[in-house]
């Protein structure tokens, strides 16, 4: 079983093609931190919408996200932990999407930007905000345009 020590976060990646849905990848993630076989994980909600374990089980956290073909998982020792991943897709209107969203420092910096640099950085502040928002346990904004 892998070492998880108190400030440590680990993040496990995967594609999708052909992996098991997205809860029972969390299942076998989890069993690799604790002697639990991956069907008796038990989960609840909190806040809104953020899965957790149910009380007893380990001493871990950990979020989740999907984009595209691809998973992510976070796993801590307990401390509350948030992720984003986010497939960029070229062509959409980030600046205005960055107005409903983002400080307005933070929009005039994108629109001072060419193309791919402001991708990268829209990608980035989104993310950033986004796994900040899940790992307090509250709603997250979808990035629809």
């Not at 079983?1 to 993630?29: C, E, F, I, K, Q």
């Not at 953020?50 to 801590?76: E, I, Y």
């Not at 005039?108 to 950085?121: I, S, V, W, Y």
Request: charged fraction near 25%.
């Amino acid at each position: 079983m892998p070492d998880l020590a108190v400030n440590d976060v680990h993040l496990w990646l995967r594609r999708g093609d052909g992996a098991p849905a997205s809860r029972d990848w969390l299942r076998l993630v989890l069993s690799r931190y604790h002697d639990t076989d991956p069907s008796q994980w038990q989960f609840e909600v909190i806040g809104e919408g953020k899965p957790r374990l149910c009380a007893g089980q380990a001493p871990v956290d950990f979020n989740l996200s999907h984009s595209g073909d691809w998973l992510a998982c976070a796993v801590t020792a307990g401390a509350p932990v948030g992720l984003d991943i986010e497939c960029a897709r070229p062509g959409r209107d980030l600046v205005r999407l960055a107005r409903r969203f983002f400080h307005p420092a933070e929009v005039e910096a994108l629109q001072g930007l060419d193309e791919t640099p402001r991708l990268e950085l829209f990608y980035s502040l989104w993310t950033l905000k986004e796994a900040t928002v899940k790992s307090r346990a509250a709603a997250v904004a979808p990035l629809d345009d």
